[in-house]
């Protein structure tokens, strides 16, 4: 049975009114006035329903499964846009920002110049506050005498005029002396910042953000820490940190003497110096040519491991496959298993055993590091890293086959029309 309401009657004769006030006054400020006082339209909407709701009860008619229903929140929804819409450009401004993985929404884009510079000494600490936005710094040379900041900051607003308001507002200090300084981008509503900052080489730089990506290159050691941030290292003489709650890293020819934490997220690294340590709780590992110690230990991901130098190793996961090459002439003592999955080594040493889904590797070559390897769902494998070379090229498909010979066919087409 479909119950009468008398909201949207009531909804209609109050528009109505504002619509006929404005005529008749046309001085009226009705856009302040909506701008203003728009959520008092909510309210008395959700007020009324209340009222029906209590009158059903009371005259013992069934009352409804949902207070409001679908089309309602169409209404409700496009009530609030456009009351946001009006206080905005009543000069009320939005009552905040609409961010979704670190992007803001609402109003149109306005791209402002920044520009801030202060002497430094040759091996500086530099701290990047309360960042929200894209920074890359990058070690210029060891002669630099000086710390540059350069970029832009992005205003979203539905004027050009209160862009401008603002960016006056949003300004980057750099503050301290030429060993220790601080650079912090005030943070102001609906700004984000996209910065490139020149350091010397032999600077240590600490990056701490809300969102946005992260690049530190040439540098002598770096800290990173942020929310939402992609986070890319090259180049890093010193040791480095990583602590990120979701995003990918991505490490190149740095030597990591800290812990990376990664809540969501994948961490890749290359030719890099350890202690290497790596948690997470979602995302895979892979880690290529490292020297010195590893230990990974994450809830749910594979992780993949080829040393360069051997140190070493614990890799742990509760679920995803571990997989770990080394030399073919390297000395370890070896400790491997899963509680369900297969196990697989190259090595003749090892002892591969089988109970079950069970699975373990146990062994010694050598007089070398321990190497642990535990996963709960998944499998283990230890490969030599000349394992892969001695297979050969991959075999050509038939496609392939019929892809080269139809080239070549076309060679003597075309060689036989120059003759």
Same mark, same amino acid.
């Given at each position: 049975?479909?119950?009468?309401?008398?909201?949207?009657?009531?909804?209609?004769?109050?528009?109505?009114?504002?619509?006929?006030?404005?005529?008749?006054?046309?001085?009226?400020?009705?856009?302040?006035?909506?701008?203003?006082?728009?959520?008092?339209?909510?309210?008395?909407?959700?007020?009324?329903?209340?009222?029906?709701?209590?009158?059903?009860?009371?005259?013992?008619?069934?009352?409804?499964?949902?207070?409001?229903?679908?089309?309602?929140?169409?209404?409700?929804?496009?009530?609030?846009?456009?009351?946001?819409?009006?206080?905005?450009?009543?000069?009320?401004?939005?009552?905040?920002?609409?961010?979704?993985?670190?992007?803001?929404?609402?109003?149109?884009?306005?791209?402002?110049?920044?520009?801030?510079?202060?002497?430094?000494?040759?091996?500086?600490?530099?701290?990047?506050?309360?960042?929200?936005?894209?920074?890359?710094?990058?070690?210029?040379?060891?002669?630099?005498?000086?710390?540059?900041?350069?970029?832009?900051?992005?205003?979203?607003?539905?004027?050009?005029?209160?862009?401008?308001?603002?960016?006056?507002?949003?300004?980057?200090?750099?503050?301290?002396?030429?060993?220790?300084?601080?650079?912090?981008?005030?943070?102001?509503?609906?700004?984000?910042?996209?910065?490139?900052?020149?350091?010397?080489?032999?600077?240590? #730089?600490?990056?701490? *953000?809300? =969102? +946005?990506?992260?690049? !530190?290159?040439?540098?002598? @050691?770096?800290?990173? $820490? &942020?929310?939402?941030?992609?986070?890319?290292?090259?180049?890093?003489?010193?040791?480095?940190?990583?602590?990120?709650?979701?995003?990918?890293?991505?490490?190149?020819?740095?030597?990591?003497?800290?812990?990376?934490?990664?809540?969501?997220?994948?961490?890749?690294?290359?030719?890099?110096?350890?202690?290497?340590?790596?948690?997470?709780?979602?995302?895979? #590992?892979?880690?290529? *040519?490292? =020297? +010195?110690?590893?230990? !990974?230990?994450?809830?749910? @991901?594979?992780?993949? $491991? &080829?040393?360069?130098?051997?140190?070493?190793?614990?890799?742990?996961?509760?679920?995803?496959?571990?997989?770990?090459?080394?030399?073919?002439?390297?000395?370890?003592?070896?400790?491997?298993?899963?509680?369900?999955?297969?196990?697989?080594?190259?090595?003749?040493?090892?002892?591969?055993?089988?109970?079950?889904?069970?699975?373990?590797?146990?062994?010694?070559?050598?007089?070398?590091?321990?190497?642990?390897?535990?996963?709960?769902?998944?499998?283990?494998?230890?490969?030599?890293?000349?394992?892969?070379?001695?297979?050969?090229?991959?075999?050509?498909?038939?496609?392939?086959?019929?892809?080269?010979?139809?080239?070549?066919?076309?060679?003597?087409?075309?060689?036989?029309?120059?003759?």
């Amino acid at each position: 049975m479909r119950r009468n309401s008398f909201v949207a009657p009531l909804l209609l004769i109050g528009i109505g009114l504002l619509f006929l006030a404005h005529n008749i006054y046309p001085n009226l400020a009705f856009t302040e006035y909506i701008g203003k006082f728009w959520p008092w339209v909510l309210i008395a909407w959700g007020a009324l329903r209340l009222v029906e709701i209590f009158s059903w009860n009371a005259q013992g008619r069934a009352l409804p499964r949902s207070g409001i229903s679908g089309g309602e929140w169409v209404v409700a929804i496009f009530v609030c846009l456009l009351g946001v819409g009006m206080h905005s450009s009543s000069g009320g401004g939005f009552p905040g920002q609409i961010q979704i993985d670190g992007a803001i929404f609402l109003g149109d884009p306005f791209d402002f110049p920044v520009n801030a510079e202060k002497a430094a000494g040759k091996s500086p600490h530099i701290v990047l506050e309360s960042f929200r936005g894209d920074v890359k710094v990058t070690g210029v040379n060891r002669t630099a005498d000086s710390v540059k900041v350069s970029g832009t900051k992005s205003v979203r607003s539905l004027d050009q005029k209160e862009a401008q308001r603002l960016s006056d507002g949003a300004t980057v200090q750099i503050t301290g002396d030429a060993n220790e300084m601080v650079i912090r981008p005030e943070q102001v509503q609906r700004v984000s910042y996209h910065l490139e900052i020149s350091v010397p080489t032999g600077a240590r #730089v600490e990056l701490r *953000g809300q =969102s +946005g990506d992260m690049t !530190v290159e040439d540098v002598a @050691g770096a800290t990173l $820490v &942020s929310d939402r941030s992609d986070v890319r290292l090259k180049n890093v003489a010193g040791p480095a940190q990583i602590n990120v709650k979701r995003g990918d890293v991505h490490i190149d020819a740095a030597r990591v003497g800290g812990q990376i934490e990664v809540s969501s997220g994948d961490v890749v690294a290359s030719d890099v110096t350890g202690p290497l340590k790596i948690g997470a709780r979602s995302g895979d #590992v892979k880690v290529s *040519g490292v =020297s +010195g110690e590893v230990h !990974v230990d994450i809830n749910r @991901g594979d992780v993949e $491991v &080829s040393t360069a130098a051997l140190g070493p190793i614990h890799l742990n996961t509760r679920s995803g496959d571990l997989h770990l090459s080394l030399p073919a002439n390297a000395q370890f003592t070896l400790d491997a298993s899963t509680t369900n999955g297969d196990v697989a080594s190259d090595f003749a040493e090892v002892r591969n055993e089988a109970h079950g889904r069970n699975g373990s590797l146990h062994g010694s070559i050598g007089h070398g590091p321990n190497i642990d390897l535990h996963t709960q769902r998944g499998d283990v494998a230890v490969r030599k890293a000349t394992s892969l070379l001695s297979k050969g090229p991959p075999e050509k498909t038939d496609k392939a086959e019929k892809i080269e010979k139809a080239i070549e066919k076309s060679i003597e087409k075309v060689e036989k029309l120059d003759q």
